[in-house]
């Protein structure tokens, strides 16, 4: 548990049903568009940014992509999970894995999310939650903020997927108690078994 969020635990059961309508490990990620403006395309090929709107597709047609959803409504839990996930940045991309937050901020305030973590990662912004409706980490029957106290607000879970070219899920994290975040070596494990596999 970080900074003012809670896990509100007297609503576990309600929560996990919640959790379950989830996409998890093995299902395919549903392939996505953002509109380009809507976007901090910081690391892009040039020809990816030819293509009006990006798709889950395109961006994750060469290497796997690890999606991660981002609220600053998460306090202290969703900042460092994103600086985390920055620390790791060059490493991920030499284990050949592309990056892309997700997140409630509007395209015209991510420069300035982007410079006050440092961020240099591509960042995209759901507009109308689109993006986690689809993958079920924010839902209207299950608001946020029945189950977190210090939310106000429903916002998506600060989940994060590890997602293959062929758009299947390989690997799905969040942790509710808000305590631990996605390590790099146990993104690194599942990218290697994968490759490993794929042999």
Request: with cysteine.
């Amino acid at each position: 548990m970080l900074g003012s969020v809670n896990f509100i635990k007297p609503n576990l059961n309600n929560f996990q049903e919640f959790r379950s309508k989830a996409l998890c490990a093995g299902l395919i990620a549903p392939n996505f568009s953002v509109p380009q403006q809507n976007g901090l395309w910081q690391n892009l090929p040039a020809d990816l940014l030819l293509h009006q709107p990006i798709s889950l597709a395109y961006l994750s047609q060469d290497n796997p992509i690890l999606l991660s959803f981002y609220s600053p409504l998460w306090d202290d839990y969703g900042d460092i999970q994103i600086v985390l996930i920055q620390k790791s940045y060059k490493k991920l991309i030499d284990l050949g894995i592309d990056i892309l937050v997700v997140t409630t901020v509007h395209p015209d305030q991510l420069p300035d999310l982007a410079r006050k973590f440092k961020l240099t990662l591509n960042i995209c912004f759901d507009e109308g939650n689109h993006i986690a409706q689809q993958f079920g980490v924010i839902r209207d029957d299950y608001p946020t903020w029945q189950h977190f106290s210090g939310i106000s607000e429903n916002i998506p879970l600060p989940a994060s997927y590890l997602i293959l070219p062929n758009g299947r899920i390989i690997h799905d994290f969040f942790d509710e108690n808000l305590n631990t975040f996605l390590s790099f070596k146990e993104i690194e494990a599942f990218v290697n078994n994968y490759r490993l596999h794929k042999k």
